[in-house]
């Protein structure tokens, strides 16, 4: 038997890596399982070139709990370990680089230390974190020389000790010794759950326990004529070990997709869209699977997210920072050994690796968006209403992408019809030029509420975009500074001549003195607070009083309710306007009328009408004005 110290020079890092890494002991469960994953790859590998001889056989890793023992145990048939292997992958490699890693995680701040550990796995002495005592017995495939089993085993202190066992098969077998807050390692759900977390879609099977299943009798039917079935325990296999993504996209059908999605997301009713195969070698290695889900993408609740692995390695699910945002709209898996993972997020976002495989990413979805656009139209403009969310926020937030997705974003108007951007400027270039030469865009935000205004469009020969998605006040600002000459308007905004000027203001039938007259009676009835008085010189047959929402101030407000910049405005009234339309008759005759009281009761039903048109008219006033509306028809 041999002993020594791991490293003599250093502190004892295992009380340390089982204190900090309090939040995460779970992952243990992974890094050992890669490690048997890694060795039998390599002997799959040596087999192919020849160097190894001998047969694979079954390569299935076991996993095992033991509740009397209190072990864990992983067990492979990959290449093994002679003691001199051991002696430097185990006490003198891994050591080191899980000492590294506690140097550098003991300077981290609490916040850091979160990141740093999600993403950075301590390799095999990530296992002292749940253990009292670590064996390794291990037998490597190469014959003749030193290749005697040796048992390897530390009991959390500095020292090991190594004795040559007789161990008849090839690979490894570590055993964890749970310790006393580890029980929870003992139990076959908990197992469960992390492997299938963990190990869904590893490359080699892995077995854990058994499961009963039915199987079909063969050539025996039962009383209802159906094939018979006997319940039969079969070795439970955790792993698809040929998950979807490593195939080529052209041995894929729709149906390997959607069946795909289903084993992604066993919980999810969801179906999704279309997906996007994502399958590179060059400059990096990249392969996976982005789908569209068909729900409407909500910014908010994020449940079914993208899944990133390292060669089929379950890594982590939140990818902020490592795929651009809007695309963690998406679901489905990421696979790259090329992504960094043993560092923090903020290290990741500057890497310049992760930002080449990230606007790859995003090409390839610009890719597969026109190439749907341009194939099918129409079942484009079907989709749209679900995919809107997504695109408006790529555009919004990246440059790059907005100038692939120009070619195919749509925008819809209230007669439910799409256009592309282009398509939409033709559209309306004659009618909606307004004497600037600016282009005037209208939109409406609620068909209903602004119905008014929208018919007042319609009777100029104007179209009214439909722009009610949750991110459309921020895209119309996105817009106006890429179109050139062109400004938005609520339809609600303004007086419908006011909205595209389209010559200076008609000549108004008051004078100065006569809308002076005119304002004092108005404050006296209205709520002043509420109004700005504005008046307006508009044709006879308008209405007498219109209330519109000046667009500044409301996109201001919009704005700062949707969090987008914080101007404090979220809390002040809606800014309206009162306009007084001076050339309606209604005007002149109430300067005719000689007492206050006829002025006020003209004015007063009015006001109520247009306060009624925009359903701001309720409690006590809309009572006070049934009353007197059935004075006048009385
Ligand atoms: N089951 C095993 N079979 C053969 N060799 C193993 C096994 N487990 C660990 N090793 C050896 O021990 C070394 C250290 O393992 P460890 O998990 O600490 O680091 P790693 O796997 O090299 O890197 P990381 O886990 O950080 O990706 C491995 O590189 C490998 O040489
Ligand atoms: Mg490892």
């Given at each position: 038997m041999q002993t020594g110290k791991i490293n003599v020079k250093t502190e004892n890092i295992f009380p340390i890596i089982k204190k900090f890494l309090y939040s995460d002991h779970e992952i243990f469960l992974r890094e050992l399982i890669s490690n048997a994953v890694d060795a039998t790859q390599k002997l799959k590998a040596l087999s192919s070139i020849g160097t190894f001889k001998g047969e694979l056989g079954d390569l299935t890793i076991h996993v095992s709990i033991d509740k009397k023992a209190r072990t864990l145990t992983v067990k492979d048939r990959g290449i093994g370990m002679n003691a001199e292997e051991l002696e430097k992958y185990i006490n003198q490699i891994a050591f080191s680089s899980a000492e590294e890693f506690v140097k550098k995680f003991k300077t981290k701040s609490e916040a850091e230390r979160h990141a740093l550990i999600g993403q950075f796995g301590l390799g095999f002495y990530s296992s002292f974190m749940v253990a009292d005592k670590v064996e390794i017995l291990t037998k490597t495939y190469k014959k003749g020389g030193s290749t005697k089993a040796i048992k390897w085993e530390c009991d959390g202190s500095p020292e090991y000790s190594m004795t040559e066992i007789d161990k008849k098969d090839r690979g490894t077998e570590?055993?964890?010794?749970?310790?006393?807050?580890?029980?929870?390692?003992?139990?076959?759900?908990?197992?469960?759950?992390?492997?299938?977390?963990?190990?869904?879609?590893?490359?080699?099977?892995?077995?854990?326990?058994?499961?009963?299943?039915?199987?079909?009798?063969?050539?025996?039917?039962?009383?209802?004529?159906?094939?018979?079935?006997?319940?039969?325990?079969?070795?439970?296999?955790?792993?698809?070990?040929?998950?979807?993504?490593?195939?080529?996209?052209?041995d894929c059908s729709e149906k390997d997709y959607k069946d795909f999605y289903r084993e992604l997301y066993p919980t999810s009713f969801e179906e999704p869209l279309f997906q996007i195969h994502?399958?590179?070698?060059?400059?990096?290695?990249?392969?996976?699977?982005?789908?569209?889900?068909?729900?409407?993408?909500?910014?908010?609740?994020?449940?079914?997210?993208?899944?990133l692995y390292s060669?089929?390695?379950?890594?982590?699910?939140?990818?902020?920072?490592?795929?651009?945002?809007?695309?963690?709209?998406?679901?489905?898996?990421?696979?790259?050994?090329?992504?960094?993972?043993?560092?923090?997020?903020?290290?990741?976002?500057?890497?310049?690796?992760?930002?080449?495989?990230?606007?790859?990413?995003?090409?390839?979805?610009?890719?597969?968006?026109?190439?749907?656009?341009?194939?099918?139209?129409?079942?484009?403009?079907?989709?749209?209403?679900?995919?809107?969310?997504?695109?408006?926020?790529?555009?919004?937030?990246?440059?790059?992408?907005?100038?692939?997705?120009?070619?195919?974003?749509?925008?819809?108007?209230?007669?439910?019809?799409?256009?592309?951007?282009?398509?939409?400027?033709?559209?309306?270039?004659?009618?909606?030029?307004?004497?600037?030469?600016?282009?005037?865009?209208?939109?409406?935000?609620?068909?209903?509420?602004?119905?008014?205004?929208?018919?007042?469009?319609?009777?100029?020969?104007?179209?009214?975009?439909?722009?009610d998605g949750i991110l459309d006040s921020h895209f119309i600002n996105t817009l106006e500074q890429k179109f050139k000459d062109t400004i938005f308007i609520r339809v609600d905004a303004d007086t419908i001549d006011k909205l595209i000027l389209k010559e200076d203001e008609a000549p108004s039938k008051l004078d100065d003195k006569q809308k002076d007259q005119l304002k004092t009676i108005i404050e006296r009835n209205i709520d002043k607070k509420k109004f700005t008085i504005v008046f307006d010189n508009l044709s006879e047959s308008d209405q007498p009083f219109i209330i519109t929402r000046p667009e500044f101030m409301r996109r201001m407000k919009d704005m700062s309710a949707l969090g987008g910049v914080s101007l404090g405005m979220d809390n002040l009234p809606d800014s309206l306007n009162l306009v007084v339309n001076a050339n309606n008759p209604i005007m002149t005759k109430v300067l005719e009328y000689k007492t206050d009281k006829k002025q006020d009761q003209l004015i007063k039903q009015a006001y109520d009408l247009a306060l009624l048109s925009q359903n701001l008219l309720k409690g006590q006033p809309l009572t006070d004005f049934i009353k007197r509306s059935i004075d006048i028809i009385k």
């Open positions: 570590v055993i964890v010794y749970l310790d006393k807050e580890s029980g929870e390692f003992l139990d076959e759900y908990r197992i469960l759950n992390l492997l299938n977390k963990y190990s869904k879609f590893l490359p080699v099977p892995i077995q854990f326990g058994t499961e009963k299943v039915r199987e079909e009798v063969k050539g025996e039917k039962d009383k209802d004529g159906k094939n018979k079935t006997v319940e039969v325990e079969k070795p439970r296999i955790i792993n698809n070990t040929d998950p979807l993504w490593k195939k080529k996209p052209a994502l399958n590179v070698d060059y400059p990096f290695n990249l392969t996976g699977i982005l789908y569209f889900p068909k729900a409407k993408l909500n910014v908010e609740v994020r449940k079914d997210k993208i899944q060669n089929q390695v379950f890594i982590t699910d939140s990818v902020e920072g490592i795929v651009p945002d809007f695309l963690t709209l998406l679901h489905g898996v990421i696979d790259s050994p090329d992504i960094p993972l043993n560092v923090s997020r903020s290290f990741l976002q500057s890497d310049a690796r992760v930002k080449k495989i990230s606007s790859y990413i995003m090409r390839k979805v610009a890719d597969k968006l026109e190439e749907l656009f341009k194939k099918d139209r129409k079942s484009f403009e079907n989709k749209w209403d679900d995919i809107k969310v997504f695109i408006e926020y790529g555009m919004i937030s990246e440059e790059k992408f907005y100038e692939r997705a120009e070619k195919f974003s749509l925008l819809k108007n209230i007669d439910n019809k799409y256009f592309t951007f282009k398509e939409y400027k033709n559209h309306i270039k004659e009618q909606q030029t307004n004497k600037d030469k600016k282009l005037v865009y209208l939109y409406t935000n609620n068909k209903e509420e602004q119905h008014s205004f929208i018919e007042s469009a319609r009777e100029r020969g104007y179209d009214v975009l439909l722009m």
